[in-house]
Nanobody, 121 residues
Framework: QVQLVESGGGLVQPGGSLRLSCAAS????????SNWYRQAPGNQRELVAS???????RYADSVKGRFTISRDNAKNTVYLQMNSLKPQDTAVYYC???????????????WGQGTQVTVSS
């Protein structure tokens, strides 16, 4: 089975930075599109950033210019660099990836457990 494990969340002051990591482990043949979502209490889950298997990236307007998504294929890891953080960025952040475990197997969506990011003075 494929497992995604997130790390890097925590408490940071407005204007600060954090880097989230999402490491995939288990049987992995190929990782396709990877995404970061976030959800604050009372809010709907929001797609924050996406990166394709060839490195194309997309961002929500609310984070464009401040966040950067990247991937290290050798480490099976996706990152989210968050700069100029604002209180409204406070949320639980989840990583998601489309993964094929074997050459002929199906492509399935895998999710991390979520990591809390709190931006406050």
């Amino acid at each position: 089975q494929v497992q995604l494990v997130e790390s890097g969340g925590g408490l940071v002051q407005p204007g600060g930075s954090l880097r989230l990591s999402c490491a995939a482990s288990g049987s992995i043949f190929s990782i396709y599109d990877s995404n970061w979502y976030r959800q604050a209490p009372g809010n709907q889950r929001e797609l924050v950033a996406s990166i394709s298997s060839v490195g194309n990236t997309r961002y929500a307007d609310s984070v464009k210019g401040r966040f950067t998504i990247s991937r290290d294929n050798a480490k099976n890891t996706v990152y989210l660099q968050m700069n100029s953080l604002k209180p409204q960025d406070t949320a639980v952040y989840y990583c998601n990836a489309a993964v094929r475990s074997t050459r002929t197997g199906p492509v399935i969506n895998s999710w991390g457990q979520g990591t809390q990011v709190t931006v406050s003075s």
